[in-house]
């Protein structure tokens, strides 16, 4: 069973800047693509940025180009999204999905593994 941890979420102010984690530690998230969703109150899971294996190749939602970089650390075995210009509209629970279906696309895939999510509120 894969199990890995979000952290990083927390209240920030409009323009300000986040870093989320996901980390494993029984497996390499290295040899899956990993993507980051989020959740707003009463809307749909929707895909935010999701990274390659290799870490070579990189997708963004158009909401969040510019602003969100998605990276990972194979020495620490854990994918990052460092999140900058925070929107009130960007709070939501963030999730990892730790994709055993090779995929970069930010649509919800059948062969998604979910963490528990972390809180991101973006307000003044």
């Known amino acids: 069973q894969l199990q890995f941890v979000e952290s990083g979420g927390g209240l920030v102010q409009p323009g300000g800047s986040l870093r989320l984690s ?6 390499s998230l290295g040899d899956y693509a990993i993507g980051w969703f989020r959740q707003a109150p009463g809307k749909e899971r ?3 940025a999701c990274i390659s294996s290799s870490g070579g190749i990189t997708n963004y939602a ?3 180009k510019g602003r969100f970089t998605i990276s990972r650390d194979k020495a620490k075995n854990t994918v990052y999204l460092q999140m900058n210009s925070l ?3 960007d709070t939501a629970v963030y999730y990892c999905a730790v994709r055993t279906i ?3 696309e ?6 998604d593994y979910w963490g528990r999510g972390t809180l991101v509120t973006v307000s003044s």
């Open 46 to 48: 929707e895909g935010v």
């Open 87 to 89: 929107k009130p509209e």
């Open 106 to 111: 930010l649509k919800i895939s059948a062969g």
């Open 22 to 27: 996901c980390a494993a530690s029984a497996f």
């Open 102 to 104: 090779a995929t970069i």
């Open 62 to 64: 158009d909401s969040v």
